[in-house]
């Protein structure tokens, strides 16, 4: 369990949620958000209900008023207003979508001078939501192109052994391997069980941000050598101030760098460093050749992105996938993070040359090219990578797929789903 926790949390640091409430604490008073409905699943052109109650200590408190505005997802409101929990509840018709999607309700309340705030948000055919993003004619070729490019290059794999780290079943160490011909290197924690014998192996890929990494012992505990994998060319054990101010400083906004182009984009080196991860496993003497990968937002996102690039992949789980279907917003909807097109009429990135570098790096355009088992964990509730945005891979994935799913999770799972997500992936590799 305490292993869960702790990559429940991971999935928290890999990109900001908007708002307190995927916090550990749970507030005073609570806003209760419902579909009238009695599902979280609407059809296009049904009126979309959803009943209001504020409470505390359990029990609805009567004559509240309280401000709200709904719509289609991250995009301007379709309906605002206010309205008052008269009999300790009210109903808000909210009007009817007439495309598939996800509709959102946000809710803003001030009790005895403190303000909350709630959302949900429910889906409206969300099977067939369909992606915006475009594949270029060229994507597939491309791709190519930088693997054959990486495949002429030696990995000159260093591997440092970190005692503190190892337990009694498992060798601990940090390694890394070059990822660019100007000598840049790769760093992550590689976990090799110490028994004889050959094992299957777990690739983690990280979500957004700057930081270290501990590895995955409790994992290779249980027979799989793991590595976790960084991405900005930087050692993963360093002292957290260091990360800090990487973060604040040169490493600020990262996924904006070299958006112009397509060969320079800062997630050019980031996907191919991550598959050539899979590379070095390769050369390991106990793995036994069957490989899978996982991560959660911007890790999910890579999961998707390897195991389509990488034939050698047996198993993928993507949680909360992002960097899916950029261009959303470019056509009245949500976008994936990092929501680079936002309100593209004021939008600086909203450039030809920058919309071209974003379909190369869309999710989507990978999950169309899968081909092994891979597993989803979505959120209807989701800000950060909102579901119109990780739906929209889903749909695009003929692959074999399962999908867990919650209604009212943000950018956030609970521990026992991180434990579905790991057990799914150890059952696949065996």
């Not at 869960?4 to 640091?13: G, N, R």
């Not at 808000?92 to 999607?101: E, F, I, S, V």
């Not at 809710?107 to 709630?118: F, H, I, K, P, S």
């Not at 191919?272 to 390769?282: E, P, Q, S, T, Y």
Request: proline fraction near 6%; glycine fraction near 8%; charge should be neutral.
């Amino acid at each position: 369990m305490k292993k869960s926790i702790v990559f429940a949390l991971l999935a928290l640091l890999g990109c900001t949620q908007l708002s307190a409430q995927g916090s550990a604490q749970t507030p005073m008073v609570k806003v209760r958000i419902t579909p009238t409905n009695g599902s979280w699943d609407y059809r296009v052109g049904e009126r979309i209900k959803m009943a209001v109650s504020v409470e505390l200590n359990e029990l609805p408190l009567r004559d509240v008023a309280f401000t709200y505005e709904a719509g289609p997802e991250l995009v301007e409101p379709t309906v605002t207003g206010q309205a008052t929990t008269k009999d300790g509840s009210v109903t808000l018709d909210l009007g009817r979508m007439d495309k598939p999607g996800f509709f959102n309700l946000d809710v803003r309340v001030r009790v005895n001078g403190v303000d909350y705030r709630q959302w949900k948000t429910v889906a409206v055919d969300k099977e067939r939501i369909e992606p915006t993003v475009t594949m270029p004619a060229d994507f597939q070729s491309y791709w190519q192109s930088q693997l054959d490019a990486d495949a002429a290059m030696p990995l000159r794999p260093r591997m440092e052994l970190l005692p503190e780290r190892c337990t009694d079943r498992t060798d601990v160490y940090e390694v890394s391997y070059l990822y660019t011909p100007q000598g840049g290197r790769f760093y992550g924690i590689l976990c090799v069980p110490k028994a004889e014998g050959k094992y299957p192996a777990v690739l983690r890929v990280p979500g957004a941000g700057v930081r270290s990494y501990q590895g995955s012992a409790w994992q290779a505990d249980k027979g799989f050598i793991t590595l976790d994998v960084g991405i900005h060319g930087i050692p993963v054990t360093l002292e957290p101030v260091v990360y800090e101010r990487l973060f604040a400083g040169i490493l600020n906004r990262y996924y904006t760098m070299n958006l112009e182009s397509r060969d320079d984009y800062y997630y050019n080196r980031v996907i191919r460093g991550c598959k050539r991860a899979v590379d070095l496993i390769f050369t390991l003497d106990k793995f036994n050749g069957r490989i899978g990968v996982q991560g959660s937002s911007q890790g999910g996102a890579l999961t998707v992105m390897v195991a389509a690039l990488d034939p050698r992949v047996c198993c993928a789980a993507a949680a909360l996938p992002a960097m899916s279907d950029m261009t959303g917003y470019l056509h009245g909807r949500a976008g994936g993070w990092p929501q680079i097109l936002k309100n593209p009429a004021e939008c600086i990135y909203n450039r030809k040359e920058i919309v071209n570098t974003l379909l190369y790096y869309d999710t989507v355009n990978f999950a169309r090219l899968l081909k092994i088992p891979i597993y989803y964990m979505l959120s209807y509730n989701d800000k950060v990578c909102p579901p119109t945005s990780t739906f929209s891979v889903y749909n695009a994935t003929a692959a074999p797929k399962r999908m867990q799913l919650t209604h009212e999770t943000g950018h956030w799972y609970y521990p026992e789903q991180a434990g579905q997500m790991d057990t799914y992936i150890e059952k696949a590799l065996q």
